[in-house]
């Protein structure tokens, strides 16, 4: 007997990683011409036979169950680590009383090809694929031959149960044989009306074509139907000593037609694409086959394709030896079965070892050609936008071609599956739009709704600090982490908005959604790189396809979406707090340019661009000697771009429907919590080829920034009570505001990401001190200044009061009117807690709900949509002076810092977009006309 054992290969966490060969691929490559214990009769495409095959492979049975079994699905192992005491199926099922869903049926009906053919064999050589084996040693061979448990030293209640488990067993496999059936039925449907059809003057196929995709199903479905109906009464008449290994032993008998079938199996399935492609009459019957569906469900009959149930029976061979393997493993050495089954089991490892011992040379050349090594350059998680809808993708950039595949949904105890949606070669790959008409619409999703997202986030985060800090069971906290897992792949799913699209050679476009310039020129950076090393194109035949598609699942070097729950415990959380930036300068261009940085970091698992410098114009070492103020939530990682500015719309290429800038280099910078802490400037410099950026940071925990400060100034306005700067200038809205919100109405209401985008923190200081000094010439040189900075000169005006514009002590009512669920008592309760307002509070707010309403009207223009303004504002008018202050919670929850400040920030948002959402605000007098403009000099 021949044993064939493939190591796995342990790749490197980072590419490139080579595939050298196809060892372990859970896919079918090459077939063979040879069988044991049983005659081949020979295919209809006999010429062609030397060029397909299909890789099967052997169980080798140590002891009770050795690793390395063959083939075994993901369903196998699943079943298998949820074993009790031997029990093979759902172990919800042994509760039920109902026969188990046996592992030898891993068929899935309803689903796509790829999907189908994930379960394609593979060897697992790990200890942990066989939990009965984990606490023993290999041991030697000589167990082969028993194909017992240990029978002889089994005690009589060991025995019983092993019996009954007999029973179970052979239940599931009745089971799995009825829902085969199903797929073979449903293959031969269409069989009889193509034949019929063949003879008329307009066939659908001939009939040669009808011979070589239906090769051997008939005789197949024969087969198992003589199979099934002998073990049906068996079974239901059952009796320990009943016996049923002749069945087993006449099945094995006739492994002759599956090695027909497995020979014939790709020409098959390349002659059903070429006739699909050919007739759509045809491609219409092979996408929709009905299959009888065995479960208890409304709709009896499931939808599948001919592709699909094709590779139902070389799915079904390939795991032939479990099934003997686990029957017999509950079989006693002296029950009459037992010289049947190890007979049937001898037969089956001889049939899948002669086909490995003469693909095995062959293997290799099924995805390397010509001696060359496909390699893993770079792999990920993106979105995708399939017809309007998101979907999260993991794609795959190898030395010659770009994959999208799609991860199936990972089931406890089940590996990473992967079904392929579509490659590219990179030959064929370009980022150019051919159809210049082409200006896809990328659906946005509002604000409202990404915000709603986070608040359920740090909600569900505060829960699991909670049930951590009263220790209480470990499935309310599985459960917790299970929704935040929902949420957080929701919220990544949906706030990309920024297009990037590839397109092949016949002009199909894919358009991926990414959140950050900075991956988009990563990935584009790339892929022309490799670009430059591939010449020619090519196309993959399904089967090579399906083998890469399974390598991913090795080959991958990004394992899990960022989503909170896949953090290690010991991960930081991030830093939360404002960091402040200043980009002096850069070095290392090679020609004179129009030159300008923009500044990222990432926020609940995606990035963020949240400043940018000034257009330094015609130089070769630009020295902006700006500096920032970032907001940080949980970040980790800063990202500058610097970017040449793009006047002549026709100097650069148009990619993704737009005119971008040129990306002139970019680099990043990891935000290390202990090396901030210090409150003294630290100075870096970023390396992005070629270029130099030099830095400086320094980070201020949200704890500290957000104080507000008691007023201890008399003169000024900034830190200054509200009522004493009314009062001093005799007016009803400071001059301040009136003087900002004049300049930004007059100049900035379609500027993009007015009050998001951080103004030059040098020049929010200078405009700064002259309201502080009552600088007669400060509406001048507003006029110069850049819009972003008066802006921020507004938004840090609100932030430095000694109390919020909504007073410390209505604060609390505030938070509790905001969470009110009647609509009714809401509105009465917010727009009577505005009215108790002091007058200069009022009138100030009412001022700039005006004026933000008027921001909001040119929404289309400068993207700042009723809830961007309050995002922005919220915190900034809300924000209670003592630093302890919580909205209204249980005293006994146990939350983190973070999470309670964004609760609390999350809260002070919705209060303003209330607001912001109401029609008109009354005022005490009803008199709104004049008051607001009204100065007494």
């Given at each position: 007997?021949?044993?064939?054992?493939?190591?796995?290969?342990?790749?490197?966490?980072?590419?490139?990683?080579?595939i050298?060969?196809?060892?372990?691929?859970?896919?079918?490559?090459?077939?063979?011409?040879?069988s044991?214990?049983?005659?081949?009769?020979?295919?209809?495409?006999?010429?062609?036979r030397?060029?397909?095959?299909?890789?099967?492979?052997?169980?080798?049975?140590?002891?009770?169950?050795?690793?390395?079994?063959?083939?075994?699905?993901?369903?196998?192992l699943?079943?298998?680590?949820?074993?009790?005491?031997?029990?093979?199926?759902?172990?919800?099922?042994?509760?039920?009383?109902m026969?188990?869903?046996?592992?030898?049926?891993?068929?899935?009906?309803?689903?796509?090809?790829?999907?189908?053919?994930?379960?394609?064999?593979?060897?697992?050589?790990?200890?942990?694929?066989?939990?009965q084996?984990?606490?023993?040693?290999?041991?030697?061979?000589?167990?082969?031959?028993?194909?017992?448990?240990?029978?002889?030293?089994?005690?009589?209640?060991?025995?019983?149960?092993?019996?009954?488990?007999?029973?179970?067993?052979?239940?599931?496999?009745?089971?799995?044989?009825?829902?085969y059936l199903?797929?073979?039925?449903?293959?031969?449907?269409?069989?009889?009306?193509l034949?019929?059809a063949?003879?008329?003057?307009?066939?659908?196929?001939?009939n040669?074509?009808?011979?070589?995709?239906?090769?051997?199903?008939?005789e197949?479905?024969?087969?198992?139907?003589?199979?099934?109906?002998?073990?049906?009464?068996?079974?239901?008449?059952?009796?320990?000593?009943?016996?049923?290994?002749?069945?087993?032993?006449k099945?094995?008998?006739?492994?002759?037609?599956?090695?027909?079938?497995?020979?014939?199996?790709?020409?098959?399935?390349?002659?059903?694409?070429?006739?699909c492609?050919?007739?759509?009459?045809?491609?219409?019957?092979?996408?929709?086959?009905?299959?009888?569906?065995?479960?208890?469900?409304?709709?009896?009959?499931?939808?599948?394709?001919?592709?699909?149930?094709?590779?139902?029976?070389?799915?079904?061979?390939?795991?032939?030896?479990?099934?003997?393997?686990?029957?017999?493993?509950?079989?006693?050495v002296?029950?009459?079965?037992h010289?049947?089954?190890?007979?049937?089991?001898?037969?089956?490892?001889?049939f899948?070892?002669?086909?490995?011992?003469?693909?095995?040379?062959?293997?290799?050349?099924?995805?390397?050609?010509?001696?060359?090594?496909?390699?893993?350059?770079?792999?990920?998680?993106?979105?995708?936008?399939?017809?309007?809808?998101?979907?999260?993708?993991?794609?795959?950039?190898?030395?010659?071609?770009?994959?999208?595949?799609?991860?199936?949904?990972?089931?406890?105890?089940?590996?990473?599956?992967?079904?392929?949606?579509?490659?590219?070669?990179?030959?064929?790959?370009?980022?150019?739009?051919?159809?210049?008409?082409?200006?896809?619409?990328i659906?946005l999703?509002?604000d409202?709704?990404?915000?709603?997202?986070?608040?359920?986030?740090?909600?569900?985060?505060?829960?699991?600090?909670?049930?951590?800090?009263?220790?209480?069971?470990?499935?309310?906290?599985?459960?917790l982490?299970?929704?935040?897992?929902?949420?957080?792949?929701?919220?990544l799913?949906?706030?990309?908005?920024?297009?990037?699209?590839?397109?092949?050679?016949?002009?199909?476009?894919?358009?991926?959604l990414?959140?950050?310039d900075?991956?988009?020129?990563?990935?584009?950076?790339i892929?022309?790189?490799?670009?430059?090393?591939?010449?020619?194109?090519?196309?993959l035949?399904?089967?090579?396809?399906?083998?890469?598609?399974?390598?991913?699942?090795?080959?991958?070097?990004?394992?899990?979406?960022?989503?909170?729950?896949?953090?290690?415990?010991?991960?930081?959380?991030?830093?939360?707090?404002?960091?402040?930036?200043?980009?002096?300068?850069?070095?290392?261009?090679?020609?004179?340019?129009?030159?300008?940085c923009t500044?990222?970091?990432?926020?609940?698992?995606?990035?963020?661009?949240?400043?940018?410098?000034?257009?330094?114009?015609?130089?070769?070492?630009?020295?902006?000697?700006?500096?920032?103020?970032?907001?940080?939530?949980?970040?980790?990682?800063?990202?500058?771009?610097?970017?040449?500015?793009?006047?002549?719309?026709?100097?650069?290429?148009?990619?993704?429907?737009?005119?971008?800038d040129?990306?002139?280099?970019?680099?990043?910078?990891?935000?290390?919590?202990?090396?901030?802490?210090?409150?003294?400037w630290?100075?870096?410099?970023?390396?992005m080829?070629?270029?130099?950026?030099?830095l400086?940071?320094?980070?201020?925990?949200?704890?500290?920034?957000?104080?507000?400060?008691?007023?201890?100034?008399?003169?000024?306005?900034f830190?200054?009570?509200?009522?004493?700067?009314?009062?001093?200038?005799?007016?009803?809205?400071?001059?301040?505001?009136?003087?900002?919100?004049?300049?930004?109405?007059?100049r900035?209401?379609?500027?993009?990401?007015?009050?998001?985008?951080?103004?030059?923190?040098?020049?929010?200081?200078?405009?700064?001190?002259?309201?502080?000094?009552?600088?007669?010439?400060?509406?001048?040189?507003?006029?110069?200044?850049?819009?972003?900075?008066?802006?921020?000169?507004?938004k840090?005006?609100?932030?430095?009061?000694?109390?919020?514009?909504?007073?410390?002590?209505?604060?609390?009512?505030?938070?509790e009117?905001?969470?009110?669920s009647?609509?009714?008592?809401?509105?009465?309760?917010?727009?009577?807690?505005?009215?108790?307002?002091?007058?200069?509070?009022?009138?100030?707010?009412?001022?700039?709900l005006?004026?933000?309403?008027?921001?909001?009207?040119?929404?289309?223009?400068?993207?700042?949509?009723?809830h961007?303004?309050?995002?922005?504002?919220?915190?900034t008018?809300?924000?209670?002076?003592?630093?302890?202050?919580?909205?209204?919670?249980?005293?006994?929850?146990?939350?983190?810092?973070?999470?309670?400040?964004?609760?609390?920030?999350?809260s002070?948002?919705?209060?303003?977009?209330?607001?912001?959402?109401?029609?008109?605000?009354?005022?005490p007098?009803?008199?709104?006309?004049?008051?607001?403009?009204?100065?007494?000099?």
């Amino acid at each position: 007997m021949t044993f064939l054992l493939v190591n796995q290969a342990t790749f490197p966490p980072a590419p490139p990683a080579t595939i050298f060969s196809e060892k372990k691929s859970r896919s079918p490559s090459q077939n063979s011409q040879q069988s044991f214990d049983s005659s081949s009769p020979p295919t209809p495409q006999s010429q062609k036979r030397h060029k397909h095959h299909v890789t099967v492979q052997e169980a080798t049975i140590v002891g009770l169950r050795k690793p390395g079994q063959i083939w075994a699905t993901e369903a196998d192992l699943a079943r298998r680590n949820t074993a009790v005491d031997g029990f093979h199926g759902d172990p919800e099922t042994i509760y039920n009383n109902m026969p188990p869903t046996y592992s030898y049926d891993a068929d899935r009906i309803g689903e796509d090809p790829t999907r189908n053919r994930e379960t394609m064999p593979y060897i697992d050589d790990s200890p942990s694929s066989s939990p009965q084996l984990s606490s023993k040693s290999r041991g030697s061979r000589d167990t082969v031959s028993s194909g017992s448990l240990e029978s002889s030293k089994s005690s009589e209640p060991d025995l019983e149960k092993g019996l009954e488990m007999r029973k179970w067993v052979l239940s599931g496999i009745l089971a799995s044989e009825e829902t085969y059936l199903n797929h073979l039925k449903a293959l031969l449907l269409p069989m009889k009306p193509l034949k019929a059809a063949a003879t008329t003057s307009q066939p659908v196929l001939t009939n040669q074509q009808i011979e070589t995709i239906f090769f051997k199903v008939p005789e197949l479905y024969e087969i198992h139907k003589e199979f099934y109906d002998g073990l049906l009464p068996r079974v239901q008449q059952w009796s320990h000593h009943q016996c049923v290994g002749d069945l087993f032993q006449k099945l094995a008998s006739q492994l002759g037609v599956y090695r027909a079938f497995v020979d014939n199996y790709e020409v098959a399935v390349e002659t059903a694409e070429k006739c699909c492609q050919a007739n759509t009459q045809f491609s219409e019957i092979s996408e929709n086959l009905k299959i009888r569906n065995t479960k208890d469900v409304k709709d009896q009959n499931t939808k599948n394709s001919l592709e699909a149930l094709l590779y139902k029976p070389v799915d079904r061979v390939t795991r032939s030896t479990l099934v003997l393997h686990d029957l017999l493993k509950h079989t006693p050495v002296n029950h009459l079965d037992h010289p049947l089954l190890q007979d049937a089991l001898r037969i089956s490892q001889n049939f899948l070892s002669s086909i490995n011992e003469e693909i095995t040379p062959r293997r290799q050349s099924m995805t390397v050609k010509k001696g060359e090594h496909r390699q893993l350059i770079k792999d990920g998680f993106l979105v995708e936008l399939v017809e309007g809808a998101r979907k999260i993708r993991h794609v795959f950039l190898f030395s010659d071609l770009f994959l999208c595949a799609k991860m199936k949904k990972q089931i406890a105890g089940k590996s990473q599956q992967y079904d392929c949606k579509w490659y590219i070669p990179l030959a064929d790959l370009s980022f150019q739009n051919l159809d210049e008409t082409d200006s896809s619409y990328i659906p946005l999703v509002p604000d409202e709704e990404l915000d709603t997202m986070k608040i359920k986030i740090s909600h569900i985060k505060n829960e699991i600090q909670r049930e951590k800090r009263a220790n209480k069971g470990s499935k309310v906290i599985e459960r917790l982490k299970k929704k935040l897992s929902e949420q957080e792949s929701l919220l990544l799913l949906m706030s990309p908005s920024m297009a990037f699209r590839v397109h092949n050679r016949h002009g199909k476009s894919y358009t991926f959604l990414i959140s950050s310039d900075y991956e988009r020129a990563e990935w584009r950076e790339i892929i022309r790189e490799q670009q430059k090393k591939c010449f020619k194109s090519f196309s993959l035949t399904t089967v090579e396809l399906q083998m890469l598609t399974n390598s991913c699942v090795k080959l991958q070097t990004v394992h899990n979406i960022p989503l909170t729950i896949n953090k290690e415990d010991d991960e930081s959380p991030g830093l939360y707090g404002f960091l402040n930036v200043i980009v002096h300068s850069a070095t290392g261009f090679k020609q004179i340019s129009n030159l300008y940085c923009t500044l990222e970091v990432d926020s609940f698992g995606y990035f963020v661009n949240k400043a940018k410098t000034r257009v330094y114009r015609d130089t070769l070492e630009p020295n902006w000697n700006e500096e920032f103020e970032i907001e940080l939530e949980g970040s980790q990682t800063l990202r500058i771009l610097s970017y040449e500015k793009c006047y002549n719309k026709t100097k650069f290429p148009k990619e993704d429907a737009e005119i971008t800038d040129n990306i002139m280099g970019k680099g990043q910078i990891q935000l290390e919590p202990q090396a901030l802490q210090d409150k003294d400037w630290q100075r870096t410099v970023i390396g992005m080829n070629g270029i130099e950026v030099k830095l400086s940071m320094k980070f201020t925990s949200r704890e500290f920034s957000l104080k507000r400060l008691p007023s201890r100034k008399q003169t000024g306005v900034f830190g200054v009570s509200i009522a004493v700067v009314t009062k001093r200038e005799r007016s009803k809205v400071p001059y301040i505001v009136r003087q900002c919100v004049e300049e930004i109405e007059r100049r900035g209401l379609e500027e993009i990401g007015i009050y998001r985008v951080s103004g030059v923190a040098t020049d929010i200081q200078t405009l700064k001190a002259s309201f502080d000094t009552n600088n007669k010439d400060v509406s001048v040189m507003m006029s110069e200044m850049d819009v972003n900075a008066i802006a921020g000169t507004l938004k840090l005006y609100f932030r430095e009061l000694p109390a919020p514009l909504f007073t410390d002590e209505l604060y609390p009512n505030f938070a509790e009117g905001i969470a009110l669920s009647d609509p009714v008592a809401k509105e009465s309760c917010m727009l009577n807690l505005l009215l108790s307002l002091p007058e200069p509070n009022f009138t100030t707010f009412s001022f700039l709900l005006d004026h933000l309403k008027r921001v909001a009207e040119k929404e289309q223009i400068n993207k700042m949509s009723l809830h961007n303004l309050a995002t922005v504002f919220g915190p900034t008018l809300l924000r209670p002076s003592d630093k302890d202050s919580k909205i209204p919670t249980n005293p006994t929850q146990a939350i983190t810092m973070a999470d309670s400040w964004s609760l609390e920030v999350m809260s002070q948002v919705q209060v303003l977009l209330y607001f912001l959402q109401l029609e008109t605000i009354p005022t005490p007098d009803s008199k709104r006309q004049s008051i607001l403009f009204s100065t007494e000099v």
